[in-house]
């Protein structure tokens, strides 16, 4: 079982890094739960998964495609399971920031050197990459991207 207060922590963490972020795209966000948390922050997020119960928040039931026309200014994974590359490969695409906790990897590599991957991914596409971890228990890895 994921910590429960994983939501709230990576809101935290994610008003704190980019302050500026008002609009903030969720991608592969399940239930919904971190859009419920940064909409608590007073941050407009719209949650991306094709999980058809959700909570009552801006929730678009559809997966983030390439061509998706962009009104984000951050976009965000907490354990976004196949979609941690989208989200990279998007950011890149519309040269957004982005932050992911990585979970499970596309393509069954373990953990950690995914986790590495990720940053090589980013950093390929030209961003500035750093890390962090977050308070909680479990996959707490946060890897970011920048533009500079």
């Known amino acids: 079982m994921g910590d429960l207060q994983r939501f709230d922590r990576f809101a935290d963490f994610l008003v704190k890094e980019f302050p500026t972020a008002q609009r903030i795209w969720d991608i592969a966000g399940g239930m ?3 859009n419920e948390a940064l909409t608590a922050r007073g941050r407009q997020a719209l949650t991306f998964d094709v999980r058809p119960k959700h909570l009552p928040v801006p929730f678009a039931e559809r997966l983030l495609m390439p061509d998706e026309p962009c009104t984000a200014d951050l976009l965000v994974g907490l354990h ?6 989208v989200i990279v490969e998007y950011a890149a695409q519309h040269r957004l920031p ?13 953990y950690k050197p995914w986790v590495r ?5 980013a950093r390929e596409a030209g961003f500035a990459v750093t890390e962090a971890d977050l308070p909680i228990q ?8 920048r533009f500079v």
Do not use: Q, W, Y
Request: charged share 25%; with cysteine.
């Open 98 to 110: 982005f932050a992911v906790i990585p979970c499970c990897s596309d393509n069954s590599m373990p």
């Open 117 to 121: 991957h990720i940053g090589e991914i």
């Open 80 to 85: 976004p399971d196949g979609a941690t590359r």
């Open 138 to 145: 479990g996959r707490k890895r946060v890897v970011m991207g």
């Open 32 to 34: 919904g739960k971190l």
